[in-house]
Antibody, heavy 122, light 106 residues
Framework: QVQLQESGPGLVKPSQILSLTCTVS??????????WAWVRQHPGKGLEWIGY???????YYNPTLKSRVSISPDTSKNQFSLTLSSVTAADTAVYYC??????????????WGKGTTVAVSS | DIQLTQSPSSLSASLGDRVTISCRTS??????LNWYQHAAGRAPKLLIY???TLQSGVPSRFSGSGSGTDFTLTISNLQPEDFTTFYC?????????FGQGTKLEI
């Protein structure tokens, strides 16, 4: 059974870099047919898709964040990471990592981490 | 980007009721529509994928329908744990996008 766990600092200063890691257990991030995604939820708001990386390392980012975001794999640790630069208070959110799976030709996020809260404040 | 519009934004119901939530997309997405349940403080949970396929382990009181631009999530015989927030999401093309959510209240 695949499980995901987010980790990283809960507080980041404005203009600095937010870095989060998602550790995957019970499955490999290099397995074909899966994408590894980040999603966030601002306080009191809905879900926002940040981006994903494929098992082969191809990535796609939300255009609204594209200039500041990067998702990268660490296959040796079976982890993938989110980096968001030049953060502001608007990046305060709960961040989730998730697995996107292609099943019956439809992609969907079937496994999620519990989420980690990140506050941007001086 | 494909925009998703859910209605209603909030919905009041009682235990045992049957409710429907609508999701309309800004362009046709065939059946590339998923539904998630999100309880506060917990991870989102996949309910339905491909517009109508029930995710393994999800109770059969949840059902989905639709194709093209109009989709519906139906929940029958509401249980206490169903009073949470529901989101539709398209996987037709990146960037993936979500509806704004529907909060189900008792």
């Amino acid at each position: 059974q695949v499980q995901l766990q987010e980790s990283g600092p809960g507080l980041v200063k404005p203009s600095q870099i937010l870095s989060l890691t998602c550790t995957v257990s019970g499955g490999s991030i290099t397995s074909a047919g899966y994408y590894w995604a980040w999603v966030r939820q601002h306080p009191g708001k809905g879900l926002e898709w940040i981006g994903y990386i494929s098992h082969s390392g191809n990535s796609y980012y939300n255009p609204t964040l594209k200039s500041r975001v990067s998702i990268s794999p660490d296959t040796s640790k079976n982890q993938f990471s989110l980096t968001l630069s030049s953060v502001t208070a608007a990046d305060t959110a709960v961040y989730y990592c998730a697995r996107e799976r292609l099943q019956y030709q439809v992609a969907h996020m079937d496994v999620w981490g519990k989420g980690t809260t990140v506050a941007v404040s001086s | 980007d494909i925009q998703l519009t859910q209605s209603p934004s909030s919905l009041s119901a009682s235990l045992g009721d049957r409710v429907t939530i609508s999701c309309r997309t800004s362009q046709s997405i065939s059946n590339y529509l998923n539904w998630y349940q999100h309880a506060a403080g917990r991870a989102p949970k996949l309910l339905i994928y491909g517009a109508s396929t029930l995710q393994s382990g999800v109770p059969s009181r949840f059902s989905g329908s639709g194709s093209g631009t109009d989709f519906t999530l139906t929940i029958s015989n509401l249980q206490p744990e169903d009073f949470t927030t529901f989101y539709c999401q398209q996987s037709y093309s990146p960037p993936r996008t979500f509806g704004q959510g529907t909060k189900l209240e008792i």
